[in-house]
């Protein structure tokens, strides 16, 4: 019975004692995913903010239209997209600024809530006038946001359902 124990002690000490296989092979699949990981496609910052435009417009005619489901839709987007920013392009020194934007992304929400074509009108105003006070204090002051003159797209009814 001894001997069966000390065999069996045996081959459990020796097959413990493999120079890290099992960790080898995880270390292995841990850098083959942050090798993936780091090659993985990221959107920049002018890609989001490309998306912030269009969709800062179709706010802009959603809401002059009255179509209110349809603003706060574009607000949300809005939201999101600087949520995205803060995530995904932290490392850019002009996201530490973006969070100039929500009391005026809020405000525009409240009209949008209350149904209120003037305090919509002017909190898109001031809407705009910060992502054009945000852009100088990132020194990107050539980047002059407007009221949109034209709707972004043709192919879209910015009028409500009926």
């Not at 809407?127 to 050539?142: M, P, Q, Y």
């Amino acid at each position: 019975m001894k001997s069966v124990f000390f065999i069996s002690l045996t081959i459990l000490v020796v097959g413990c004692n493999q120079p890290g296989t099992r960790e080898q092979e995880l270390q292995n699949k841990i850098d083959s995913l942050q090798q993936q990981l780091s090659e993985t496609y990221k959107p920049g910052l002018g890609e989001f903010m490309s998306g912030i435009q269009t969709h800062h417009a179709k706010l802009w005619f959603a809401g002059i239209n009255q179509n209110w489901p349809l603003a706060d839709f574009e607000v949300n987007e809005i939201k999101e997209s600087v949520e995205d920013i803060q995530k995904f392009c932290s490392d850019r020194p002009e996201v530490k600024s973006i969070g100039m934007i929500s009391p005026a992304i809020d405000s525009v929400s409240n009209a949008i809530q209350q149904k209120n074509l003037q305090l919509f009108t002017n909190n898109f105003t001031i809407l705009t006038n910060t992502c054009n006070s945000c852009h100088k204090a990132t020194e990107h002051a050539f980047n002059v946001v407007t009221i949109p003159a034209g709707p972004p797209v043709t192919n879209q009814d910015f009028k409500p359902a009926k």
